[in-house]
């Protein structure tokens, strides 16, 4: 099954490809590497905001890196002409998990993301990964994720 079929039948609709917020591009190719910049916690309602540890749940962390990942693929598929079936791998996230000092499950926030990859490209979607704690992220919003893809 294709990656666009399997994100259609788990009802994911990919966004536009989220523009960026400063002085950077959203992605850069490097033969068939992918590096996508940061992808902060969005949905249609503006940006998902909160801190762990403090006024949100770990389950709500979870569904905003799960924003993250749909946003990252929204990229990729962007950075390869509008066909995310040239997806080969998602080779590793670096999340960040905006959390109190005294908060210690982000890889569990991270998940969110994790999951939803794996769930929707299979093998293809696990990955490596590194989940670290923020004190502050841009706009206040609660994860931010960047990813390495291979591509064809």
Do not use: W
């Not at 998902?48 to 946003?71: F, P, R, Y």
């Not at 670096?94 to 490209?121: I, M």
């Amino acid at each position: 099954m294709s990656f666009a079929s399997r994100l259609a039948e788990l009802g994911v609709t990919l966004p536009d490809a989220p523009a960026p917020a400063a002085n950077y591009v959203p992605f850069v190719k490097s033969g068939t590497t992918l590096y996508v910049s940061g992808q902060i916690s969005n949905d249609a309602d503006g940006f998902v905001t909160g801190k762990l540890g403090a006024d949100m749940e770990i389950d709500a962390g979870a569904a905003a890196a799960k924003l993250c990942a749909i946003s990252l693929l929204a990229q990729v598929k962007a950075a390869c002409d509008g066909d995310i079936d040239r997806l080969v791998q998602v080779v590793k996230l670096t999340a960040f998990v905006n959390s109190t000092a005294d908060f210690t499950d982000q890889p569990k926030v991270v998940n969110g993301a994790s999951d939803f990859l794996v769930e929707a490209l299979g093998d293809a979607g696990r990955h490596a990964r590194s989940a670290v704690s923020a004190a502050s992220l841009p706009f206040g919003v609660a994860v931010e994720i960047e990813g390495i893809f291979e591509i064809k």
